[in-house]
């Protein structure tokens, strides 16, 4: 654990506040969810809470079957991390920060369609620094009770291969699927 130096009272309803600097730097947005766990030594920790992220190893299976189903990158995020990818390598995506444009269409909720290699692409990743990296993607919101939980993303780097209405289809019901299984 590492020391921020930042020192600060309880006040009389049991509140203590987060210093905007460390909301910031960990994304944390006024409505977020915080998970508190305890430790043995009577430390208090706050986690940030990922609602699809109880679903993580069935996220997994989920992108696997989208990858294989449609021959393209599969990634499946919370509202700030990838937590499930197949068809590319992990480490390239795996626990990786999502854009603050894929956070846009989110809070939006709104889908992306980039069909071809002449359209504007969206960065996945908050390290994506060149727009042309994927020839074509399909991006949309997993909605559970109402609130965008995440995203799942279909992708591909490849020259020529295209996204068509299948693609968008598959993502819509993948994300709708994602969204009931948080809300049973």
């Not at 991390?81 to 480490?91: E, L, M, Q, R, Y």
Request: hydrophobic content about 35%.
């Amino acid at each position: 654990m590492k020391a921020t130096g930042v020192v600060r009272r309880i006040d009389d309803l049991g509140r203590i506040v987060i210093p905007k600097e460390i909301r910031k730097t960990l994304r944390i947005r006024e409505g977020d969810p915080l998970e508190i766990f305890t430790d043995k030594e009577g430390e208090i920790i706050l986690k940030k809470y990922s609602p699809i992220g109880e679903l993580s190893e069935f996220a997994s299976q989920y992108a696997e079957t989208l990858a294989k189903t449609t021959g393209h990158i599969a990634c499946i995020s919370d509202k700030d991390t990838i937590i499930a990818v197949s068809g590319a390598p992990k480490k390239e995506y795996l626990e990786k920060s999502v854009s603050t444009e894929i956070e846009r269409l989110m809070e939006d909720k709104v889908t992306w369609t980039a069909r071809t290699q002449d359209e504007k692409h969206l960065p996945v990743l908050l390290t994506d620094s060149d727009d042309k990296k994927y020839t074509s993607q399909v991006i949309w919101p997993i909605v559970a009770e109402g609130d965008t939980i995440g995203t799942v993303m279909l992708l591909s780097t490849e020259p020529n291969k295209k996204m068509n209405d299948v693609e968008m289809k598959v993502a819509q019901s993948a994300a709708g699927f994602l969204g009931k299984q948080m809300e049973e």
